[in-house]
């Protein structure tokens, strides 16, 4: 039985990506809707560290963190998106 967030083959995750882009960085993580605490402290450290600004867990999850929708994994490879190099 699915619920309303996940069907057979896509569900709901939460996604936070920094927005120092301009400066090169590509800091981005996703993580299951029940893992917010851990993908906030991560993020928070991230930006500690690499861009030495502090902010709280809830400003990064009020103004930095969104739901997105994700294709679940099934082992297979999508040659659409397999790296061929």
């Given amino acids: 039985m699915t619920n309303d967030l996940q069907t ?7 996604q936070v990506a920094c927005e120092t882009a301009v400066s090169g960085c590509v800091f ?8 917010r605490e851990r993908l906030l402290e991560i993020t928070r450290e ?4 690499q861009h030495g600004k502090t902010y709280t867990l809830e400003e990064i999850d009020e103004q930095h963190v969104n739901e997105v929708e994700v294709e679940l994994e ?6 659409s998106t397999a790296d061929n190099g």
């Fill in 8 to 14: 057979e083959d896509r569900t709901m995750a939460l």
């Fill in 28 to 35: 981005r993580m996703r993580t299951e809707e029940d893992d």
């Fill in 46 to 49: 991230h930006v500690k560290e």
């Fill in 74 to 79: 099934t082992g297979e490879i999508n040659e």
